[in-house]
Every structure is written in C-alpha cells, then in structure tokens.
C-alpha cells in the first residue's frame, strides 16, 4: 500500500520511492520465440534499498506536508524501512524498522490546521512497539480506541499477543496472550470490553475466531477466552465493522471450503456458498477415492513439537510396503500441515500409489518467535534435521518402503530440497524434484533474506553455509530441477548458476525449464504439463514394474 486515506476523507498520506539507489540486475527474460534483457532493479541481500519519503496531501487546498519519519541514528535513508502507517482522527503513526529488522517503533505526529499552510504535523511520541534479538514480524493490526489508546498485537513475549498503548506511553500493555499464537484483530468494541480476534489457542493446527473481555490493569487474573467457531476445522474472518456478524470461510480434510453469514455469537445466519459435496459437485465423482491425512507429532533435538500429516493410497493395506512422497516446504509465514481442505495434487498422488508425509519442521510459521528462530542467520540446518527427524520416522514405519522415498518442493521448499538431499547419508532419497530453487541467499532480495540472514557483509559464514554449492559434490540422490526462464523472484541464475557447477562437478541431472515463466508455472496446459513431468520423474524412481 503506498498511500492512507484519514478518516474524514480531508487528507491522504502518500508514499514517494526513488529506486535510483537500487542495482539494475540484467536478468534474461526467455520466451519461446524472443529473449530480452530486462535491465530490473533489484535490491539483492546486503545491497542499498531505495528511498521511502512520506506526505500528507490536503485535498481542499493541494497543500503538501512532507512527514520525517526517519531515525537518524539508525543511518542511510536505504537502511531504514517505512512499515505501516494508520490515521486516527487526530493523528498519523507510522511504523518504522530499522535495516536489521530488530527493532519496531510507532511514532505518533499530531496534527493542527494553520490557516494559511494547510495541515501541520509534529512529531509527538515514540513508543517501541517491539524489539526481537533475532527479526521482526511486521502486523496490520491497528484499532484506534481515542482517549483509551490503541489496541494492536506485538511478539515480546515470544507469541504474538493483543496488546493496548495508551496515549503518550511508549510500551505496549498485555491484553490478551499466552504461550500460543494470535492470528489477527477482528474487532475491538469502543469500551473495550470484548475483543474478537481470530488465533490457534486451542491446537496450532486450526484457526478459530475467539472472544475475551480483557483483564483490568494490574489485574493477576488472565481474561476468558471464548471459542466462537465450529472446532475440527480452519476458519479465515472477514468481521463487520460493528463486530456482530461476520463471513466465515471454514474447511476439514474431509470437506472443501464453505462460506457462510454468521453471527457473532457463531450460529449461520445463511450460507453463501455450502460447497455441499452432492450430485451435482464436480468433485462428487471422486468421493469413493477421498482419503484425510492422519496427523502426529514428533519431537525436534531440542524438545519442541513438530506437526506432521501423513495421506495413505485408497484401499490401504497396511501389509504392503509403499512409496513415500516428501512434500516440503519449511521456510518462515508458511503452515503446511493444518486441519483443512488439503491439496488436490496430493489426492491424485495418493491415487497413484502414494504416501504424502508432510512436516512443518522448526522456522515455519504459527508456533511462536522461539519455533521460528532456530534459522536466525543460519538456514538449512534445523529445517534440515527436523524433515531427517520426519524420514527416520518414516523408514520405522511397516508399511514404508524405506528404499523408496522421494523429496520434493517448490520456492523455498525447492531449497530445501536441495539442501537436504546434500545433507542426507547417501541413499537416503531415491530422488529429488527442486523446484524454482533459491541456490544461495546473496542472490535473493534485502527485506525478506536479511530479516533471518542478516547481511552478506556480518554474516559471511552464515550465507557460505546456508548456500547449496558448499555441499554439490556430495550429491547421489537422482535430481530433477525445474525452473521458469523469466523468473523475476528466484531469478533463473540460481538455476543457471546451480547447472553450471553440477555439470563442472560431472553430477548427472534432469532438467525442466519453462520459457517466458515467473516464479509460478502457469495455465491449464503447462500446469499439467509439469505434473505430467514430475509423475514421470518420480514413478520412474519409484515405482517397481509390477505397479
């Protein structure tokens, strides 16, 4: 979002960016019949970011305001992010993050109306909405409740909690919290006497809409939270503006999603879509075959729980040894394994004889700032051991065929395929299937790498260890990589780059590249054309002839 409307529609906000800083990158944009060389400003890990200046437009008068949002001892202008910025009726807060993602400040400009210069704004308080040794994780949460304060959510105590800032106060105050996850503010009444918000206090594998009254300042007793949403499922919110009703998007294993009118204290009000798996679905056909993932967990080195899912064939006789198909992607603000409709790829790939394990290993998102931050400047290695965990577990089961294990991911998952067939004991995989991988972090962009990586500049060791060329000549697991030739986010020389050293280093390979793709693979034909490349790769791995 580049610009903020204030309330009464009198002011807006707007963001000026100058890229002029930020290296152009050549990147080769490949097509089926042309190549172009796109001369793209990208900001690569360690390098300068560009310049974010903020305004205030007065609409009546087109009188301009320029707002210094900026710390000064936190350096360049290209080192300091603009995160947020909100309107209350008497004021503007911009959120602020310094370049090392470590720090988190709201500063509030109060505004006054001159005569002649149009709206004025000064600088008024700071508070320190949060400070993490490792990163922070930004939120859109802001409820302005005027003399009270404002209720937004914050990390520092290691989940993110509902917090209120009083006015001219410069720390937030636990509302509502614990030793799990709140997802998002759904609606905070004006007396503060109920908050509604949506989170996973009851299992981190599903997400609930839950009530609380807060607890008083200083109060000793924690406030009441109540689950308002069905259980056994996960819920998406869109709340109405007075929070008595909202629409609800929920699904199970068992059922696709369904959205409904509902009313705040949970009851239907009407559907809007039941999805009723009838006759008339086009999935009614494909029910006898439908099969839901058993769920489980294990335990990581260092104590803390890791959730898997695991999907068995149709007709599965625990007598016969199967095929295990991997499924990864491990990397951080992504859940794979929830109690949801899942994906349809993974029914078809149970259909064909399959098992799909999934496991969101240590770094992925839901579980707190301690779950994530095993990664701090070092990925690759604790994702690595917690997917190991999940293969070891595996190889246990009677119904495994430990010599027919596959792995595969895409985006980060694709690096962390990648990442842990080069770790493995040799034949641990009997293949491999990276997609769109990330080679090595210097080559992905400042915000996202730097916030776990810090930069290449502090942090030398950390990205030579976190890269895949370090370990190339330790691969044996049979590799298929695929790779769009214009993608402009994992641009394509971390594959060029990767082919060019496996085939230096005499490493066989497959290969599949998608002309005039991005970071995604799309359309109808080349959807299926990729899963028809990858099915071939992996039953030709897998599968025995007699299958």
Request: hydrophobic content about 35%; aromatic content about 10%.
């Amino acid at each position: 979002t580049g610009y903020w409307w204030s309330p009464d529609d009198k002011y807006i906000a707007y963001t000026r960016v100058d890229e002029t800083s930020v290296d152009i990158v050549p990147r080769f944009d490949i097509a089926a019949e042309n190549v172009a060389v796109i001369e793209q400003r990208y900001p690569r890990a360690g390098r300068p970011n560009a310049i974010v200046d903020l305004f205030v437009l007065e609409v009546e008068t087109g009188i301009v305001t320029e707002i210094g949002w900026r710390r000064n001892d936190w350096g360049h202008a290209t080192d300091q992010y603009l995160a947020r910025v909100n309107w209350t009726e008497s004021s503007l807060y911009v959120q602020r993050v310094n370049r090392a993602q470590t720090q988190l400040e709201m500063v509030q400009f109060m505004a006054f109306k001159h005569s002649e210069k149009g709206l004025r704004l000064y600088e008024a308080t700071v508070a320190q909405l949060d400070e993490q040794p490792n990163w922070i994780n930004l939120s859109s949460d802001f409820v302005s409740l005027g003399d009270t304060g404002i209720v937004l959510t914050e990390e520092s105590r290691g989940y993110r909690q509902i917090s209120l800032l009083p006015p001219s106060t410069t720390h937030p105050r636990q509302l509502i919290g614990g030793d799990w996850v709140v997802d998002k503010l759904q609606h905070v009444k004006a007396d503060m006497s109920e908050i509604l918000f949506t989170g996973f206090l009851d299992t981190s594998l599903e997400c609930h809409l839950y009530r609380a009254k807060p607890a008083t300042s200083g109060s000793a007793t924690p406030p009441e939270v109540e689950r308002i949403t069905s259980i056994g499922q996960t819920w998406s919110i869109a709340m109405a503006p007075d929070g008595r009703s909202f629409v609800g998007t929920s699904s199970s294993p068992s059922h696709p999603p369904q959205t409904g009118l509902y009313a705040s204290d949970g009851s239907l009000i009407s559907w809007i879509s039941d999805n009723a798996l009838d006759a008339d679905h086009p999935y009614h056909s494909f029910l006898p075959d439908h099969v839901t993932p058993e769920f489980g967990v294990l335990s990581a080195d260092d104590g803390q729980i890791l959730h898997y899912s695991l999907l068995k064939p149709p007709g599965f006789d625990a007598r016969k040894c199967y095929p295990v198909i991997v499924e990864v992607y491990g990397g951080p603000h992504v859940q794979t394994v929830t109690r949801s409709w899942g994906s349809l790829s993974d029914q078809y790939l149970a259909r064909q004889g399959y098992l799909i394990f999934r496991l969101d290993n240590r770094g992925s998102w839901n579980r707190g700032k301690k779950f994530e931050d095993v990664i701090h400047h070092r990925t690759g290695l604790h994702e690595v051991s917690d997917q190991m965990m999940g293969v070891d577990w595996l190889k246990t089961q009677p119904f495994v065929d430990p010599g027919r294990i596959a792995i595969q991911g895409w985006s980060y998952g694709g690096y962390m395929t990648l990442m842990t067939i080069l770790q493995a004991p040799a034949d641990t995989f009997a293949c491999a299937v990276a997609g769109a991988a990330v080679a090595d972090w210097s080559l992905y962009d400042t915000f996202y790498t730097e916030r776990y990586m810090g930069t290449p500049q502090n942090n030398p060791g950390g990205y030579e260890a976190s890269s895949v060329f370090p370990n190339l000549d330790a691969l044996s697991t049979p590799l298929l990589l695929i790779h769009g030739m214009a993608d402009d986010n994992v641009t394509f020389d971390n594959a060029t780059r990767l082919m060019a050293r496996l085939q230096e280093l005499g490493k066989p390979f497959e290969l599949m590249t998608y002309p005039g793709q991005r970071h995604g693979i799309r359309g109808e034909a080349l959807q299926r054309h990729l899963m028809q490349t990858r099915m071939a790769f992996l039953d030709r791995k897998l599968k025995r002839p007699s299958e």
